[in-house]
């Protein structure tokens, strides 16, 4: 089997806490011949915790299955060519949005515009020198996919513009994550299975939000986190309790994955 894991809400909480039971349930799956992957919205620059990559895990699928790496090589990676990030850019500052642009390496923004926001200062507290400016390297970004701030009158002007080459993935009115067309979480599931010559049906997906939703619908067994909304937990094969109540633990017994 092909275990395939959240980061945010189903690893750890708001605070990076991991339970130590989530760390033991990894170990004793993959001992028992299992392959445990983060399975993340997240680019790649952006999933450097210590603790969380010193679980061990066999690999990771990062931006919305844009980038895969298995046993510390990667296998695919699916880039914004020059053209395409010059063009969203040109079209996001048209519409006053305020973005992130997130790659394998680094993360980029320009830091005068998130000034007045919580995750953009916690971004430039974390990235140190992996944060680099949009403008400073204009056209010359190495990007999977990019998050923005969208309160502006002409949001979905914006959407229309680009939606021949992302799809769009609302979190708030204000915030979208947007990814390069037709790659989601789910896809890099079928990814990985097909690279590894894996069947999708052995295959488990453990998830807390909507933005799960993909990976849930095509694993073979979803795994939902007890704190999840009711629209995630109908997509879940069994249900869990929640994170810090040995959730993962509990539903990888369940599952007689060790």
Not at 112 to 132: C, H, N, S, T, Y
Not at 179 to 207: H, M, Q, R, W, Y
């Amino acid at each position: 089997m092909i275990l395939f894991f959240d980061v945010d809400g189903t690893l750890w909480d708001y605070k990076n806490y991991i339970p130590e039971s989530t760390k033991k349930a990894i170990k004793l799956a993959q001992e028992n011949g299992h392959k445990c992957f983060i399975n993340t919205g997240r680019a790649r620059a952006f999933v450097y915790n210590k603790e969380l990559l010193g679980i061990g895990f066999d690999g990771i699928v990062s931006a919305c299955g844009c980038m895969i790496e298995y046993e510390d090589k990667v296998l695919f990676n699916k880039l914004m060519t020059r053209d395409e990030g010059i063009r969203t850019m040109e079209a996001v500052k048209k519409h006053d949005f305020k973005a992130i642009l997130e790659g394998p390496t680094y993360l980029y923004m320009d830091k005068p515009d998130f000034a007045d926001d919580m995750f953009g200062q916690k971004v430039i507290r974390e990235m140190g020198e992996r944060l680099l400016g949009i403008t400073d390297m204009w056209g010359e970004w190495e990007m999977n996919k990019l998050s923005c701030i969208c309160d502006s009158p002409t949001r979905d002007e914006c959407f229309e513009e680009l939606s021949d080459i992302y799809d769009f993935m609302l979190h708030t009115d204000t915030i979208v994550e947007m990814v390069p067309k037709g790659f989601n979480k789910g896809t890099g599931i079928k990814e990985v299975c097909e690279l590894l010559g894996c069947d999708v049906s052995e295959t488990v997906a453990f998830g807390d939000s909507i933005n799960d939703k993909e990976m849930l619908e095509v694993a073979g067994t979803s795994v939902v986190m007890g704190r999840a909304p009711e629209e995630v937990k109908n997509l879940g094969t069994i249900v869990t309790e929640n994170l810090e109540d040995d959730g993962i633990w509990r539903a990888c017994e369940k599952l007689n994955l060790f």
